[in-house]
């Protein structure tokens, strides 16, 4: 099976990035990448998925939307920002059954996920993100928690945002969430969408940034996934272990995550490697990394 898909690969009508069921293994989870040049429109049918809508790079995007049994369209604008590495931005959650159309200038990210309850609309502004650091020393990442289930009432689709200095290690101790034990381990498919930049307040000349990706088996399910990732680039973890998620030197790395799967509740809960559980321990004595957050100009 193919879990990583190049800048390019995965372009389909109209859209830079299309992940959905017609990828072979796939059920539970799905991506939208689009850009919006020349007075161009992105447009999403009313189906069976709810989704979360944001601006990775724009000076503001207007969606506007039907809901299932509204007659009236209803129009949102979204604050934009210079890139996935310079703030936090605005949010637009809608449900399943809603039609939408997207409209304004650069690129935007939709995370998807089939469901069958229709939740509220939500906006969630920019300012109200909850940013925080996680890990400590080289194990320091951003996290962008906009879409998690203690920020979102969503009914599968779990999001947020993460970036990584160069030279740091994401997604460490290794973990996994491919099998559902209540209040232990979640069963989520996992989505990453790559972006990478010549490593901030450097003289790093790198003419090709990039970053890390590791998924091994936890099971008798066989996956290995050992790559580097560019911008635009997506790795899909349908199961296994996996991380670390790192940013080469030279290089700062940001990933968009999207969880979703079929356990009876929406939970994020995950469970170690027990190689490497010991990393978390060494976290108490060491501070974070002092580039983060990238909010705060350093």
Known sequence: MQWVFRSGELAK???NVIVDESIAGWKHTGLRIGSLVDGSILTI??????RVIFALEST???VSYRLAGDSELQ???LAGRASVFDSTTDHLYLPINTEISISGDGRVAVGEAPATEAKPVALIKASDVEVFVRGAGRESRQVNNFGVPEALDASRLIVCEVIVPSGNWSGIPPHKHDTFIEGVESNLEEIYYFEAQPARGSNALTADPS???HVYASDERPIEVTT???????GLVPYGWHGPVAATPGSDLYFFNVMAGPDPDRSWNVTDDPNYAWIRETWHHQDADPRLPFNERK
């Open 13 to 15: 009508s109209g859209w």
């Open 45 to 50: 049918a009313a189906d069976g998925k709810e």
């Open 60 to 62: 503001g995007l207007t």
């Open 211 to 213: 970053g890390l990706l």
């Open 75 to 77: 129009e949102v604008q």
């Open 228 to 234: 580097l990732v560019h911008s635009g680039d997506v």
